[in-house]
Each structure stands twice: as structure tokens, then as C-alpha cells.
């Protein structure tokens, strides 16, 4: 094996492993060198399998490249390089190693050819990703990522055991299709596997750790952290679950629930990270569909929505490097003193929502064409009302709230130029890949002379648009915004359920609180279940308090006794 | 001289014992007790070596034939075992000498090596005894041993582990006679392999079924077996930490030893299926085991305390091999106890550097030890990660064959259920790692003498000999997979 055919997270680890005994300006030079190195040493990769081992009995690869793996591989190693050069001007030992692992987990992860080294790699992913949450350094990022941290693994041990289940039944390790439809142990199998790849990839209901932990991270690790777990998550699905139809309407249920909550949530980040699951949503459709245009539409858009939601994030990091806020009520008007960042977060605005020529529209398209061509119309409806709500939230919400709206009176300057920069890298791929999609097309795994530039396409989804945008006008014309008071700040989550129009707000009202009731519920009975467990094993409880000897040798006596009577009688 | 690698085996380490005491200064009967447990190493290497080579070797002592003299047998599973403790007692003694005379007052050093010595080749003897009457005199022996080891700690606490241990040891003993006793009655011998030619016999008799069962609960005694694990917490927790280490490591192994050896092969498999409902009663009293014993640890302030618990969840993932009663359990049971022997000895003797640091190892002794003793604290990490069983540690390698045998019968639910056993690992796990390195330290804390805040140099090597063996027989499976199986084999091979 030469050394420029090693997995591709060799590089990254050793890179981490490195890192640390290196001087400051030499760390950057190596932070750069290593996604650059490394990527090219995997564009310059044949097929197949590269590396296989023998554990256990079992045959594993803990290298093995396709086109649906290298083409993860690829954008693993773009997002990798923008988020470094994002981050290049912090000073944080902690966060640069647990980033370069992360990212060599992810690309472990993508490239492993047997289940078992993706376990390890999925065990990785959580374990070195919640550094870049810790380091925020404050107690709420502490807690929020030991949550974040417990269900990952969780997520993790229902794989294992899930794989291990898999092995037993079907003799092999090896990653391939797998599917919910076979019988007996292997349903179980299917389905443990299908709940692990499900948690990681934010299904409804299993998603909250990610619009938990992700807003609380640094401005710098959100980048990385939006770019890497869900999208691992994306590929094993396509991989292992393509064409499961319960994968069609939980995708579809995801493009739809988050919207709502992006809606009256203040914390920027928080939106994007609502809209993170949007988006996945609809890879998650296109893998359920699991035609080649579905599929090869799934795995486009995850490739787009890697370097559009992270020039997103990234001007919100921006926003709040500078200004130390992300509130949407506390923020606005910045676009006089950051237009560069203003425009750079219009063209990933205008990417998430799919304007023709940017890079959302040529992939977003795909799905919901696969999606008509498979009769899907209610899925296809679901999608249209996705797409609206996605323009609202991210498309505008997001830009108006922290560079326009009313003034805040927040005078900043642009971030440092590594962040101009890196933001610049991604705005200038959305807008070539919108532009030149066959780049982007010719790498898919299917082979298919589609393209989104025909009449139908971009008359229905300008018009989408330009109804969406029309909405928010109207609304903002009839007043349904919040008065400008001077008094904005004091209670801000308030002012946002103003902006839905009214009856919605009635019922979302009766909907928020059965599900604070049933939260409620849930965590007052986890309470009560750990009090009780406490007062029989905390250190006074009978299990755990020094017996005297007496009572040991009673004990002692009714074993004996079972066991006489169970081999007598 | 290599023919009566049996006998020497158990008669270097059982002789050096009282030669302790002739010599001076505790560094000399410190280097001569390492020496003695060197060459029982040595001699439990070059048995393994002959065992696998040229098959089973059976010694008679004194020239005795086997029925009416004392016989030595030495199988694959014993030899594995002779390595297990003996290479265990030689790591820890090797680490052990700045520890004890932290720990131990000048005039309880000579004593402490003594009984170590005599716990050692008790222990040795009841694995190389191929006689029932030979296993109880070394059981008492050994437990003799660890009763003086225990009662040496220096928590006043530890004369009355020691004492309620040498209750409960007794019993379990005396059990262990009884049942020995019944079967002599029965088949007019003591020696194993002609008790299991006999006891087919006489099987349908209550007797046998009484000195199973007899025999059967004695062992469960040492072993530690959820319920009977009261005396086992107390007693690793007060000890010096150099005897837990070794105890921890060594005792309970040769327990679960003595429970395959009885009912598997003295008494038979077929026959120990027809006397007790293996499945049900073992896997229910491992999983209790895991589960309430996991659950004790989480809330344990004292590490040693809950390491102990945690000693005992593990015997119940053992109990669980055993009671799965097929050649997987069998072979994912005695792999697991060879890599729990190595986690705990790191564990243990990773925290007997603690020990000697700050006289104690409370919870909020661990605060800042990532700073302040690193090569202590990642070895408690490793040893930890082992510990839950995270992949590339011997402790996945065990828990992967165990899922796999419950798996072979079906019994996904206890599959998921060890699983989630491990899950319980890891919040005791985790509760240990927090305060290492998210805790500041606390600057009142007593300052040793010398300035260095880490260990003595002698004590981490060894720890990280052991943490590094965690790690490499992790990925390097050959030797106790190969043994285990094939020991496994031997057990079952016979059935049809």
C-alpha cells in the first residue's frame, strides 16, 4: 500500500495526532495541507475495495470506494477544507483536533465497506464531535452536549447489536443493502439498524438532539458539525435502505414538522439547524423513492445542502463572532456594517430555496420530479409546502432578521478575511454548481441525462417563489408584523407567534401544549423512575449498604434451598 | 526436571511462602516473592507450552498411581488458568513494592508478601489439582491468604470484611466438603476423572444430586455470584489496593474455574442439564447480577467500592456464559475471564496509584488527576473503555462472543439486555473519567513527599503493561480465543 492510498481518515487522524506538536503558524499549514492532500490522493483512487482485514472470522474493509461513497468522500473533503479555513483563526488546540477527527470519522464512515468498522466509525463520529460543543466552555454547551453525547451512543449500541444480529443471521459483515422487508431475526436486525441510522439522521421525534446540541456549539464547530453526522447518516440510508417506502413519508414528515418550529424559534442557529432537518428531509424522500433519479436527486442534494448550509451557518457564525448576539430580536441592520457577509448569506439564501441558477434548485428539483414520475402527489404537495416553507424561514427569515429589519444599532465590522474567505469558497461553488450542474451530475451514481433547465421546472418554482415572497409582503403590509417598539427585546418569543397569521397560532397553540405536556410527563416519570431506582441502590439503599453477616448467611441458606428443590424436584 | 512441572507449579510459590519470613528488610522479601512468583510464571508458560505440544499431562505425586495416589492433571483449561494467575500475581508483585510500604505499617510487610505468596499457590493448586479432596485443602489455603491480605488494610473497616469473608468463605468451603463428601460416599473415590466415570452410575440417586447442588453453591460463594456477592464489595474495597488488584484479578477467576471444572467436568454436561434448569436459573441470577450490581456501582462513592461492584456485574456476564450451557457460553465465559482479569488488575492497580497519592480514592480524590497525574488518569480511561467494552479492547472481544452465543440460541433479548448492561458500564465509567478531567483539582489536597505528582515509575509500568495488554489482546485475539475455544471444546467435544 503506498502512502497515497490510505484510507482517507488515516490522514486526518494522524493529522490530529500531529497537531499538538506543532508550533502555532505550522498547525495552520498542516490544517490546510491535510483535507487538500488527502483529497487529491482520493480523486487520484480506482474502485473497489482497498484495504481488508480478517477479525473475529469475519472478512472486513475498512476501505472500499464506489461512486456513492467517493462522491460523500468529495464533499466530506470540500466542507472539510471551508470549515478549516473558517476556523483558521482560532486558537484552540481542543477544537482543532476534535474537528480533524470528526472529519476523519465521517469519511471512515462513508468509506467503510463492513458494518462493523462503521460502528467504530459512528461510535467516533459522536465521541469526537461533542468536543466542538464542549468547547464553548459554558455550562449550557456542557449539558447540552452530554445530551447530545447519550443519545449518539445510544444510536451507536442499537447498531451494534443490530450488526451483530445481521451477522449472525445472514453469515456476512459486509455493508450492503439491507431493507426492512425480510423475516424473523433479520426484521429485527433491519429495523435496530434502520432506528440507528434513523437517530443519526434526525428523524422525527429522534431529532432533538441535533437542534439541541448544534446551536450551542462554537461558531466555528457548528460548521463542521452540520456538514458531517446527518450526512453520514444520508449515505448508510442510501446505502443499506434504498427504496424502503416508510422512508418516503418519514422524509416527507420531515421536510414538513420543522418548519413550524423554525418559524417562531429566535436563535438563528437554531432556524438553520431546524432547516438542516428540512433538508435532509428531502434526501431522505429521494432514498425512500429509490429510483436512480430519486437516489442520484438524494445524493446531489445532500452534496449541495453540505456547502449551502454551511455558508449559511457560517454567516451566522460571523454574525455572532462579531456581535456576540444571535437572537433574531436582537439583531438587524447589520448590513450596514457587514455588506460582503450580507451578500454572501443571500446567495446561500437563495440556494436553500432553490432560485434557479443556484445550487439548491438543480438537485431539489430531482427529488420532487422523481416523486411525480413515482405518483407520489400527496409526498410531491408535502414537498411543494416544504419548498415554501424552507424560502420563508431560511430564505428570508434568516437574512432580514440579522442584516435588515429594523435597525439594532449594532455597529460591527466584517469578520476576519479567513472567514470572508471560506464563505466565499462555498457562495462561489452554490452559484457554479446552480450555473454548470452537469459538474456536479457527472459524479452521481447513476448515469442520467436529466437536466432541471427546462420550462416546467423553473416556471414552477419561480413561481413558488416569487408567491412565497409575495406572502411575506402582504403579511408585512396588513401589519401582521410586530410593531417596532422600543421595547423589542422583552419578550421576543412572543413577538414571533405574532408573525403567523392568526389562526394558525390558535391551533399551533393547543399543539404546544400537549407537547409540553407530554414532555412533562415523560421527564416527571424518568424522575420518579430514578429517585425510586435511587433509594434501592444509592449508597443507603438496601443493595448497596454493608449487610451484616447474618443476613448473608440466611441469603446463603435460600440459594442452597433453590437449588435443592429445583434439582429434587 | 520438565516432568514435574505439575508439582512445582504449586510447590514454589506454596514453599517460598515461609522462606519469607527468614529474610530481612522488606526490599529483599519483596524481590524474593517476585522472584518465586516469576518462576511460577515461567513454570505456568513452559505447561501451556507442553499442554498445546503433547496434550494433557498428568503427574502422580510422590509416584503414587492415580485412584490411590494424588494426581495432578493438567488440561488446556487449567494450564490457561495457571497462566492467567500466575501471569497476574507476577505483574501485580512487580508493581507492588512502593504501594505496600506506603500502605502497610513496617512489621505487616513480610506478613503481606507471605500470605500473597500462600494465596498464590493456592490458587494455583486448586487449578492443578486433579483430585476433589486436593481442591478443598487448596481452597482454604488460598482463602486463608486473602483473609490475612484483606485484614492488612489499613481502614479499620478491613478486619471486619476480612472477618465476615472468613464467615462466608467457611461456609462456601465447608459446602464445597459436603459435597466432596457425598460424592466419595457415593463413588469411594476423590479423583475427578474417575468420579466422572462413576457418578453416570449412581446419577439417579438424591446423594449426587445433594452434593451437586452442595457443591454448586459452595462455589457460587467465591465466586461472588449475585446474591451471594455481600462479602465481595466490603472486602476488595478496605483491602491494600495491592490485594485487590491481585484478588480481583486471580480469586474469583479460579471460583469460575472450580464452577466449569465441577459441573461440566466432573459431573458432566449432560448430567448437570438434568439436575438443574441452567438457563433459567443462571442467566437470571447473571443478568440480576449485571443489572442490580451496575446499578449499585453508579451511586458508589468510593472507586474501589464501585470497581467491586463492578467486579461483580462482570461475574454476571460469566454466569450468563455458563448458564447459556453450549460451547459458545463456554468459550465466551472463560474469554471473558481472562480479559476481565486484565482490566481489573490495570483498574485496581491504576488506582492504587491514587492510593498512594492521596491515602483514598473518593470520588473527589479523582478531581484534576487529568492534570495532575495523566499517565494514572489515561490508564483509568483505558482500563474504563475496557471496562464498557468499547471496540479495539479485550472487553468487545468478550462481549461480542457472548451476544454471539445468546444470539446462536436465539435469545436476542438477552442479547440486547448484556448490551445494555454495558450501557450502565459506561455511566459508572464516566462518573470516574468526569471529575479527572473536567474537575479543577482542589489545592488543600495532602502533597506527597517528592515533588512528582505521578505515580512511582515502577507502579506505572506495570499498570501500563496491563493497559496496553487491554488493548492488545483486544486486536490480537489468537491466544485466549484460540484457548478458550479449544478448552471449550474439550468440554463439550464429548457430547452428542
Not at chain 2, 364 to 367: I, P, R, S, V
Not at chain 2, 390 to 394: D, Q, R
Not at chain 2, 451 to 456: D, F, G, L, S
Given at each position: 500500500m503506498w502512502i497515497t492510498e490510505l484510507p482517507s481518515f488515516v490522514y486526518f487522524y494522524l493529522g490530529a495526532l500531529l497537531l499538538p506538536l506543532l508550533p502555532g503558524k505550522a498547525r495552520n499549514v498542516l490544517l490546510l495541507l491535510i483535507p487538500l492532500l488527502s483529497g487529491v490522493f482520493l480523486w487520484q483512487l480506482p474502485e473497489g475495495n482497498h484495504w481488508q482485514t480478517t477479525l473475529l472470522g469475519f472478512e472486513l474493509t475498512p476501505f472500499y470506494t464506489d461512486r456513492l461513497s467517493v462522491l460523500f468522500g468529495y464533499v466530506f473533503h470540500i466542507a472539510a477544507f471551508i470549515a478549516i479555513v473558517y476556523a483558521l483563526h482560532v486558537r484552540d488546540l481542543l477544537q482543532q483536533v476534535a474537528s480533524l477527527l470528526y472529519a476523519g470519522s465521517a469519511l471512515g464512515a462513508v468509506f467503510s465497506g463492513d458494518l462493523l468498522s462503521l460502528f467504530v466509525f459512528w461510535e467516533m463520529l459522536a465521541v469526537t464531535s461533542v468536543f466542538l460543543v464542549f468547547a464553548r466552555r459554558t455550562e449550557r454547551a456542557y449539558r447540552a452536549g452530554m445530551r447530545y453525547l447519550t443519545i449518539q451512543v445510544v444510536s451507536g449500541l442499537l447498531l451494534l447489536v443490530g450488526v451483530i444480529l445481521h451477522a449472525q443471521v445472514t453469515g456476512s459483515l459486509r455493508f450492503e443493502w439491507i431493507g426492512l422487508?425480510?423475516?424473523?431475526p433479520a426484521a429485527i436486525a433491519g429495523w435496530l439498524i434502520f432506528i440507528a441510522f434513523g437517530i443519526k439522521c434526525a428523524f422525527p421525534l429522534l431529532h432533538t438532539w441535533l437542534t439541541d446540541a448544534y446551536p450551542e456549539a462554537t461558531p466555528t464547530g457548528t460548521i463542521f458539525l452540520s456538514a458531517f453526522t446527518t450526512k453520514v447518516a444520508v449515505y448508510a440510508l442510501a446505502r443499506g435502505y434504498a427504496g424502503t417506502d416508510l422512508l418516503i413519508y418519514i422524509g416527507a414528515l420531515m421536510t414538513c414538522f420543522p418548519i413550524f418550529y423554525a418559524v417562531i424559534e429566535n436563535d438563528l442557529r437554531r432556524v438553520l439547524a431546524y432547516s438542516l432537518i428540512n433538508q435532509v428531509g428531502f434526501m431522505v424522500v429521494g432514498i425512500g423513492i429509490g429510483t436512480a433519479l430519486a437516489l442520484n436527486g438524494a445524493v446531489a442534494h445532500a452534496f449541495n445542502d453540505v456547502i449551502f448550509k454551511g455558508l449559511l451557518f457560517m454567516s451566522m457564525g460571523a454574525v455572532l463572532h462579531m456581535t456576540g448576539k444571535i437572537n433574531g430580536s436582537e439583531l438587524g441592520g447589520l448590513y450596514k456594517s457587514m455588506p460582503k457577509t450580507t451578500i454572501l448569506c443571500l446567495v446561500g439564501a437563495a440556494s436553500i430555496s432553490a432560485f434557479p441558477l443556484f445550487s439548491g434548485f438543480v438537485s431539489k428539483s430531482m427529488v420532487m420530479s422523481a416523486a411525480l414520475a413515482n405518483d407520489h402527489h400527496i409526498i410531491w404537495l408535502m414537498l411543494l409546502f416544504a419548498s415554501a416553507g424552507v424560502f420563508h424561514h431560511a430564505g428570508i427569515k434568516i437574512p432580514y432578521f440579522a442584516f435588515f429589519a429594523h435597525d439594532s444599532g449594532i455597529r460591527t465590522t466584517e469578520p476576519p478575511t479567513n472567514m470572508l474567505i471560506a464563505m466565499t469558497i462555498a457562495a462561489v461553488l452554490c452559484v457554479a454548481i446552480g450555473a454548470y450542474p452537469q459538474m456536479l451530475y457527472s459524479l452521481l451514481p447513476f448515469e442520467l441525462g436529466y437536466s432541471p433547465y427546462d420550462a416546467t421546472h423553473v416556471l414552477a418554482q419561480t413561481q413558488l417563489l416569487f408567491f412565497s415572497a409575495l406572502a411575506f409582503v402582504w403579511l408585512n403590509l396588513r401589519g401582521m408584523y410586530p410593531p417596532e417598539l422600543p421595547s423589542v427585546n422583552l419578550d421576543a418569543e412572543w413577538l414571533y407567534r405574532h408573525l403567523l397569521p392568526r389562526l394558525l397560532q390558535r391551533i399551533m397553540r393547543r399543539f404546544w401544549a400537549v407537547d409540553a405536556l407530554l414532555r412533562q410527563c415523560l421527564k416527571r416519570g424518568l424522575v420518579l423512575f430514578g429517585d425510586h431506582l435511587h433509594t434501592y441502590s444509592?449508597?443507603?439503599g438496601i443493595l448497596a449498604k454493608t449487610w451484616p453477616t447474618g443476613r448473608v448467611v440466611f441469603w446463603v441458606a435460600v440459594i442452597l434451598a433453590l437449588f435443592l428443590v429445583l434439582s429434587l424436584f | 526436571m520438565l516432568t514435574h512441572l505439575p508439582i512445582l507449579q504449586v510447590i514454589v510459590p506454596l514453599l517460598a511462602a515461609p522462606l519469607c519470613l527468614m529474610l530481612d528488610g522488606s526490599r529483599f522479601v519483596w524481590a524474593f516473592a517476585l522472584l518465586a512468583s516469576l518462576l511460577a510464571g515461567v513454570i505456568s508458560g513452559l505447561l501451556l507450552w507442553q499442554v498445546e505440544t503433547g496434550g494433557t499431562l498428568s503427574y502422580a505425586l510422590g509416584g503414587w498411581q492415580a485412584p490411590i495416589g494424588i494426581e495432578y492433571r493438567i488440561d488446556l483449561l487449567s494450564a490457561y488458568l495457571l497462566l492467567i494467575v500466575s501471569a497476574m500475581g507476577t505483574l501485580v508483585l512487580l508493581g507492588a513494592y512502593r504501594s505496600v510500604n506506603k500502605e502497610l505499617a513496617a512489621g505487616a510487610r513480610t506478613y503481606f508478601y507471605v500470605a500473597y505468596l500462600l494465596c498464590l499457590a493456592g490458587l494455583l493448586g486448586i487449578v492443578a489439582a486433579g483430585d476433589a479432596f486436593n481442591v478443598f485443602v487448596f481452597l482454604e489455603i488460598s482463602s486463608l491468604g486473602s483473609y490475612i491480605l484483606i485484614s492488612l488494610?489499613?481502614?479499620?473497616r478491613a478486619l471486619w470484611a476480612a472477618f465476615q469473608y472468613l464467615v462466608v468463605g467457611t461456609i462456601g468451603a465447608t459446602f464445597i466438603l459436603i459435597g466432596v463428601g457425598f460424592l466419595y460416599a457415593m463413588t469411594g473415590t476423590l479423583n475427578m476423572m474417575d468420579l466422572a466415570q462413576r457418578i453416570p452410575s449412581v446419577s439417579e440417586s438424591t446423594t449426587v444430586l445433594v452434593a451437586f447442588t452442595f457443591l454448586v453453591v459452595g462455589v457460587c460463594l467465591k465466586l461472588a455470584m449475585f446474591p451471594l456477592h455481600v462479602w465481595l464489595p466490603n472486602a476488595y474495597a478496605f483491602a491494600p489496593s495491592i490485594a485487590t488488584a491481585f484478588l480481583a484479578a486471580s480469586a474469583t477467576k479460579v471460583a469460575v474455574y472450580l464452577l466449569f471444572r465441577f459441573s461440566f467436568g466432573v459431573f458432566g454436561v449432560a448430567l448437570t442439564e438434568s439436575i438443574l434448569p441452567l438457563q433459567e436459573v443462571f442467566i437470571g441470577l447473571g443478568l440480576a447480577g449485571v443489572f442490580v450490581a451496575s446499578l449499585v456501582a453508579i451511586s458508589q462513592h468510593n472507586i474501589k467500592r464501585m470497581l467491586a461492584y463492578s467486579s461483580v456485574a462482570q461475574i454476571g456476564y460469566m454466569i450468563i456464559g455458563y448458564g447459556l450451557d453450549s460451547q459458545a457460553g463456554t468459550t465466551a465465559a472463560l474469554l471473558h475471564l481472562f480479559n476481565h482479569a486484565l482490566m481489573k488488575a490495570a483498574l485496581f492497580m491504576a488506582l492504587a496509584a491514587v492510593v498512594y497519592h492521596h491515602g483514598s480514592v473518593l470520588l473527589?480524590?479523582?478531581?484534576g488527576l487529568g492534570t495532575t497525574m495523566p499517565w494514572t488518569a489515561a490508564a483509568l480511561v483505558g482500563g474504563g473503555l475496557s471496562l464498557i467494552g468499547?471496540?479495539?479492547?479485550?472487553g468487545f472481544i468478550s462481549k461480542w462472543y457472548l451476544v454471539q452465543a445468546a444470539l446462536e440460541q436465539d435469545l436476542w433479548w438477552l442479547a440486547l439486555l448484556i448490551v445494555v448492561g454495558s450501557l450502565l458500564a459506561i455511566v459508572y465509567v464516566w462518573r470516574m473519567i468526569e471529575p479527572m478531567y473536567f474537575a479543577p483539582a482542589s489545592s488543600d489536597r495532602p502533597r506527597s513527599v517528592g515533588?512528582?505528582?505521578?505515580?512511582?515509575r515502577s507502579l506505572l509500568l506495570v499498570i501500563w503493561i496491563l493497559v496496553a495488554a487491554n488493548l492488545y489482546f483486544g486486536i490480537d485475539t489468537r491466544l485466549p480465543v484460540g484457548i478458550a475455544e479449544a478448552a471449550a471444546q474439550q468440554i463439550f467435544g464429548v457430547r452428542f
Open positions: 422487508e425480510q423475516e424473523g444509592g449508597p443507603q | 488494610g489499613r481502614d479499620r473527589k480524590d479523582l478531581a468499547v471496540p479495539l479492547t479485550v515533588n512528582t505528582p505521578e505515580a512511582p
